[in-house]
């Protein structure tokens, strides 16, 4: 466990999970006067994933945070990409577009995760008390905070707890109840993410490999010198039972269900067993009727995970915690107010990106005559699917607000 204390003695706020959303509203909260102490599950800033897409009011929220610009620079700057055969033949390339990116010559930005978490992590600065390594335990609320205790930390009581803590959030298991009721399934697929060596020798460049069966693998290099960051993924109609903490045992079933498979997957395979930053997940949605309980409250991928189909689903946090911190601080004598301004402003975009979603995974690629699967209907274009989200200037209205 590492801890720093906080600069902030105001209104003290737990934010559970320190990736995308929980990073996004820690920096805006910190601004607006609150305490914030986040703790994240894994010993440091988990690293790990493959590409995300920032877009359309995302890239104005990291504009705001003057981290634009930066974010530009850690790009992944993709050339292209190329779909191959069994034998590693080349049946589709383009440079104009990649599966994980779309457009290349769009204003979007696609960077690795670690990378932006990185980036968010050095915005938000220490202004905040980290607790890694540690988890919620239990929350117990009242109308004026929340008893918090830890599976190792002292127990705390805070103002507000925020589950930023992902697909699987534990905020959400114990405010809102069992995962079940909340996840939907998305197309019976299951990915796992990893680094590699960069073997196949990739440089900017993806390389994606995919069978009738849905076995497929999409390798990304950006330098040769430099790891590549692969999904390997399957599809399961009838579902799977898998323990979303046991990581050898996903490994093990991961491995089971692509054996046999063409292309380099045995390679890949190979260094998927030896992976440090293995990642393994359902394509799934969240949908909730309601994404608070009195002074507990999810954003992100914990409340409303958008899935892969159109890549929205960090547009959608980062707007999501933009706008659940500008509420907290309009509303800071009302917290439950806020939260309440929250739903009632975002609930649209989000129901809207995630159908949008649906529909687009609904529509299948076309069989090549090999049998292989090729994006001959089209790469999406994720431009045209990003949806506009008004953003409030909250800063300019709390600050001029503020005492002092
Ligand atoms: C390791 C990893 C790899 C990913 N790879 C991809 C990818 O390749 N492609 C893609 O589209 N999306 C990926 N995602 C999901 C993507 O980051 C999100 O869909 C999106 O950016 C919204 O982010 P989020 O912050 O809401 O959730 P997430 O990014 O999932 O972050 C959740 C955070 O909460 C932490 N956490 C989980 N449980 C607890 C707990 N009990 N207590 C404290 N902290 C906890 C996690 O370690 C993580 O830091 C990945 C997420 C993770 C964590």
Same mark, same amino acid.
């Given at each position: ?31 607006? &006067? ?34 634009? $610009? ?54 938000? $600065? ?28 002292? +127990? ?29 399934? %998305? ?7 990893? &680094? ?36 390997? &993924? %399957? ?73 892969? $189909? ?9 707007? $999501? ?11 800071? #004598? ?29 529509? +299948? ?7 292989? @699967? ?11 699917? @990003? ?8 800063? #300019? ?8």
């Amino acid at each position: 466990m590492n801890s720093t204390a906080p600069k902030r003695t105001d209104t003290r706020v737990l934010v559970s999970g320190a990736s995308i959303s929980g990073l996004t509203i820690a920096y805006w909260l910190v601004r607006y &006067g609150f305490a914030v102490t986040m703790v994240e599950r894994a010993p440091h800033l988990r690293p790990g994933g493959h590409a995300l897409d920032v877009r359309g009011p995302a890239l104005e929220v990291a504009e705001r945070m003057a981290i634009l $610009g930066t974010m530009r620079d850690r790009s992944t700057k993709l050339t292209g990409m190329a779909v191959v055969d069994s034998d590693g033949q080349e049946i589709f390339r383009s440079t104009e577009s990649t599966l994980t990116g779309g457009r290349l010559d769009s204003a979007d930005v696609e960077i690795m995760r670690d990378d932006l978490c990185h980036v968010l992590h050095e915005a938000v $600065g220490d202004q905040v008390e980290y607790i890694f390594g540690d988890s919620i335990a239990s929350l117990t609320q009242d109308e004026s905070g929340v008893d918090v205790t830890f599976v190792t930390a002292a +127990p705390r009581r805070f103002e507000l707890v925020i589950g930023a803590d992902g697909l699987y959030s534990r905020v959400r298991r114990i405010a809102f109840g069992p995962d079940e009721q909340f996840l939907r399934a %998305f197309g019976d697929l299951y990915v796992a993410t990893f &680094g590699m060596p960069n073997f196949l020798g990739l440089e900017r460049w993806q390389v994606m490999y995919q069978q009738p069966d849905s076995v497929g693998a999409l390798v990304m290099g950006l330098r040769k010198d430099v790891s590549a960051r692969t999904y390997l &993924g %399957f599809s399961a109609p009838k579902g799977i039972d898998y323990g979303f903490r046991d990581i050898d045992a996903q490994k093990r079933l991961l491995a089971d269900r692509v054996a046999g498979a063409g292309w380099v997957i045995p390679q890949i395979v190979e260094h998927m067993l030896r992976a440090t930053d293995f990642h393994f997940y359902s394509l799934s949605q969240v949908r909730m009727n309601s994404w608070s309980r009195g002074r507990i409250v999810l954003v992100g991928d914990a409340g409303y995970a958008v899935s892969l $189909g159109t890549g929205q689903g960090t547009t959608v946090a980062m707007v $999501g915690a933009y706008v659940l911190a500008g509420e907290l601080a309009t509303h800071k #004598d009302d917290l439950v107010g806020g939260i309440a301004a929250y739903e009632d402003g975002l609930r649209a975009y989000v129901i809207r990106n995630q159908d949008i979603a649906l529909e687009q995974n609904a529509q +299948p690629d076309e069989p090549t005559d090999e049998g292989e @699967t090729a994006p001959t209907g089209g790469i999406p274009d994720f431009g045209a699917l @990003t949806l506009p989200f008004a953003l409030k200037n909250y800063q #300019d209205r709390w600050f001029r607000c503020r005492p002092g």
